[in-house]
């Protein structure tokens, strides 16, 4: 079998699984590693003579991309995120592009979030390294704050935002408000829910805000200096979804000011970051290396997917988490 699979950028695929074992089972497999910048047309060369791409965040498979490379059947985003695919230019050029079913990384993208936003309240970290400092007398700096008593904002009320909602009010008795255009305000309120339309609302009554909105070119830097500057202060903010849904600058500047009390996050935008990267002089912020993903049960089942995805496209079968599916398919017998 004549099949050619390239895994672009990918630091975990197949690491803690037999997922590699797997897929050769149905052809060649090699990992690439390119710049995150690198542009349509050095990325076009690298790919040639590859029929699939396991892609990771990054890098952008662009229109360029899409209009040198005649070989590429199909890209398969080992995460949920596809923001960094042009999809018109997939679907223009016959390419199917399919990503890891929601349901995958739901409960662990979800208990993560949990995990930063009480670590923020409660200082988990900080506490930690002043008992690591000899600063045990510190212990009356870190007073916190429960969640019975808050109000949490959820941007994005889909697959991973609905089940953070869930564990917050159920598990915490948590107040919960949430943001999101593509969800109706009776499915929202028969959940026992606020519904707001205004997302300048959703942080003027907010005590955490949380991000679980998908990045597209109208969320970028949604929450900027106008909606921060308008928040509830001393607001604390929870990112799991993408960096680039912060204006950076902005939040810097609310943090300055003292409106954003804390800030938790698994991205950033630009990232990897190193360790000069200016949000890290904040004793008030917390990053984790975009790990929100990484239990040994979401790992699997995104490996898993992954093979699924092109055994199912080469056998003709349907492809759970499909996000392109052209009418001019580009197939070939294999």
Sequence with gaps: ?????????????????NAVEELKKLGRVEFIEVPKDINGK?????LNGFQFVIASVTPYYSAEFFDLNNDVLMIVRHGIGVDNIDLRAAERHGVVVARVPGYVEREAVAEHTVALMISALRMVPQSYIAVKEGRWGDRAKFIG??????????????????????????????KIVVYDPYVSKEAVEALGYRYVSDLKEL?????????????????????????????????????TARGELIDEQALCEALDKGIVSAVAMDVVE??????????LKYGNVIITPHIAAYTWEALKGMDMAMVYAIKNFIDGKPIDGVVVLPKNLRRRSF
Excluded: C, Q
């Design 1 to 17: 079998m004549n099949v050619n699979i390239a895994v672009v950028n990918s630091k975990s695929f197949g690491r803690y699984t």
């Design 270 to 279: 630009g990232e990897p970051i190193s360790a000069e990267h200016r949000l």
């Design 145 to 174: 704050r429960e969640l019975p008593n808050l109000t949490v904002g959820v941007i994005g009320f889909g697959n991973i935002g609905s089940r953070v909602a869930e564990i917050l009010a159920k598990g915490f008795n948590s």
């Design 42 to 46: 050095e990325l076009a060369k690298v």
């Design 203 to 239: 942080f003027k009554v907010s005590d955490i805000v949380t991000l679980h909105a998908a990045l597209t070119k109208e969320n970028y830097h949604m929450v900027n200096k106008d909606v921060l500057f308008n928040a509830k202060e001393g607001i604390i903010i929870v990112n």
